[in-house]
């Protein structure tokens, strides 16, 4: 962006179209600050990877759709991305966004240790959405999630950290901030109000 465009008004940031999330240790709890406080008429979809053993089946869906107003399911391969529904990344796969708004599993080699892998959706959520795109990174205790949030903030989209000293693992946020120093910095409460607030503008 150009100083001369930066310094002029700006009518309004771009509408958001879609939230990330990444999260580790310490992540079911931090979650629970979060999701069951978007309304059922939210508008954007939520995708979400959390660090889980990859030899058992998840549940995490299965709880957060008891107790949130949105619908959340377990992302399946090659299904259409729908608003106001959140789909967790199943465990031993890497979730990605397809230019076609779709998503797709892949099991291709973990990133940073990690499949699922926070940087391997964030990077290519912000590829598709750009601008439109918001990314929140959460309580963990690796550095997954740093390089992708960094891409989401270089396409012009908005960081959303949980403060490190509020975390139950602090490298993750530690690391994401390190990388994108421009994000907001929020305690769990702070991050569900500026998700709320995002598509009330």
Request: proline residues 8%.
């Amino acid at each position: 962006m150009s100083i001369s465009a930066r310094s002029q008004p700006s009518s309004r940031e771009a509408a958001p179209q879609a939230v990330v999330i990444g999260v580790s240790a310490g992540g079911l709890n931090a979650l629970s600050a979060i999701l069951p406080q978007l309304p059922a008429d939210y508008p954007l979809p939520v995708m979400i990877v959390i660090h889980l053993p990859p030899d058992r089946n998840s549940v995490v869906a299965e709880l957060f759709d008891e107790k949130c107003a949105l619908t959340v399911r377990e992302a399946e391969d090659k299904e259409d991305i729908l608003p106001g529904h959140v789909y967790f990344a199943p465990p031993d796969y890497h979730l990605l966004v397809e230019a076609d708004h779709r998503l797709s599993l892949s099991s291709e080699e973990p990133v940073l240790f990690s499949r699922p892998s926070v940087d391997v959706l964030f990077e290519t959520a912000a590829d598709v959405y750009g601008e439109g795109l918001i990314g929140v990174i959460l309580t963990g205790a690796n550095p997954d999630g740093a390089a992708g949030l960094k891409a989401v903030m270089a396409a012009g989209g908005r960081g959303l950290v949980q403060r490190p000293d509020l975390s139950y693992a602090s490298a993750m946020p530690e690391a994401a901030l390190e990388f994108s120093p421009q994000a907001e910095a929020l305690s769990l409460e702070q991050i569900a109000e500026k998700l709320r607030e995002a598509v009330s503008i």
